[in-house]
């Protein structure tokens, strides 16, 4: 029997000290954007989540080859 690994990455919309931060450009990129290509280029999992309760934040999901929760 062969496992899976599976990625769950959290990235809520609410912050208290700075608004939206996960989708707050770093270096021209979505600051959630850095933790999904860590990720995906790892080579570690099979399959990565998206979890937010922030559709702005799971529309970044769109991009990569990886699920997406509303929560």
């Known amino acids: ?3 899976k690994v599976l990625a769950v990455i959290p990235a809520r919309k ?3 000290g700075i608004p939206n931060k996960n ?3 770093l270096l021209n990129k ?3 954007n850095w933790t999904i290509d ?3 280029s790892s ?3 099979d399959e990565i989540i998206l979890s937010s ?3 702005e934040i799971l529309q970044e ?3 990569y080859n990886i699920q997406k929760h509303h929560r």
């Open 38 to 40: 860590a990720a995906v």
């Open 1 to 3: 029997m062969t496992k």
């Open 23 to 25: 989708i707050y450009p």
């Open 53 to 55: 309760d922030s559709e």
């Open 14 to 16: 609410g912050s208290k």
């Open 30 to 32: 979505p600051l959630v």
């Open 43 to 45: 080579g570690l999992f």
């Open 61 to 63: 999901a769109d991009k």
